[in-house]
């Protein structure tokens, strides 16, 4: 089965945020992506609220629930305490927590999962315990997929930050692409189920999706939202699900 799409929202909020005016609406662009066929919304709410505003996200809740019910709402971040009580509070279908310090500009490493398992394990029970499902970014590496399988997560999310970022090198694209397979290879056997995100597009999607059949997720925003300024985020949509294997009506 093709991998859900899962439109992160951020891009979209940090627009927004540019100016003290509504626009562009989160809800309301997230609303086109849905209509169009995604099947799911990403927000990561970071402590300084530079894109998605911590008021955004039961917004969204109450988007997919009144108009949009099958779909999922993942909600990102880092796990301190005000995060954890933001997802409480927002419900989401899944909860991805990333090793991101607060003045990232972006996500850009997965967990050390051997280092941090006295840290990420409660978290993952107590928030398994809650009724999510939990997702651990994770770096291209199948030597940590053991250490990641034992915190108790449901899924990781492979970092694909490093492929996206040979948009002009094939033969490394290869070399990044093959780490990334061999990882979903790795957590398979454990068990565990496998998204990924990070600089994906419409041209490295397809090689993705091959390699990784079983990919049961995908996020993507800032590549989303650019393509979205071309073709509009309807018709933008239905060309990422295409690429991720997705027929079209």
Not at 80 to 100: G, I, K, S, W, Y
Not at 141 to 159: F, K, M, N, Q, S
Request: glycine share 8%.
């Amino acid at each position: 089965m093709p991998a859900i799409l899962s439109v992160n929202m951020n891009a979209i909020a940090m627009l927004r945020n540019r100016r003290d005016l509504p626009w562009p609406s989160v809800t309301g662009i997230g609303r086109i992506a849905l209509a169009a066929g995604a099947g799911g919304l990403t927000a990561h709410p970071r402590p300084d609220e530079r894109h998605i505003r911590f008021s955004d996200l039961p917004e969204v809740r109450a988007l997919l629930d009144d108009e949009f019910p099958h779909a999922e709402f993942n909600i990102e971040g880092y796990p301190t305490e005000h995060f954890l009580d933001l997802v409480r509070a927002n419900e989401p279908e899944q909860v991805t927590l990333v090793p991101d310090d607060p003045a990232q500009a972006t996500s850009d490493h997965g967990w050390d999962f051997a280092g941090k398992a006295e840290f990420l394990s409660p978290i993952v029970a107590d928030l398994k315990k809650s009724g999510f499902r939990v997702a651990l970014f994770c770096d291209a590496d199948p030597a940590v997929i053991a250490a990641a399988a034992a915190t108790g997560c449901d899924r990781v999310e492979l970092y694909s930050g490093p492929y996206g970022a040979c948009h002009d090198d094939p033969v490394r694209a290869a070399e990044e692409l093959e780490k990334l397979g061999a990882t979903a290879d790795a957590a398979m056997a454990a068990g565990l189920g496998i998204n990924a995100g990070h600089d994906l597009t419409i041209d490295n999607l397809p090689s993705l999706a091959r390699r990784i059949p079983d990919l049961a997720e995908v996020s993507i925003g800032h590549g989303l939202t650019a393509d979205a300024l071309e073709h509009g985020m309807a018709g933008t949509v239905k060309r990422f699900l295409e690429a991720c294997g997705r027929p079209i009506d």
